[in-house]
């Protein structure tokens, strides 16, 4: 169902691909790795509700 391709070697926000040797920026609620280009962006902020939202099951909390 899902394709769980080596996401730690992309940007979960646009898939591109991270090089290894640099270092990464993680988001810090997915704890994916974002790009310099998609972070703190707001398609970095989508991205991380789209991440939560297929990864949120018992997670989920009404409070806030
Ligand atoms: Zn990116």
Do not use: Y
């Not at 391709?5 to 920026?25: A, E, G, R």
């Not at 994916?32 to 990864?55: H, I, N, Q, Y």
């Amino acid at each position: 169902m899902t394709e769980q391709k080596n996401i730690m070697q992309h940007c979960f926000v646009c898939s591109k691909d991270l090089p290894q040797s640099n270092t990464k920026s993680f988001n810090p609620r997915t704890n994916l790795p974002v790009c310099e280009d998609c972070k703190g962006t707001e398609a970095e902020k989508k991205a991380e509700k789209e991440a939560w939202d297929s990864l949120g099951e018992g997670f989920v909390c009404g409070c806030i």
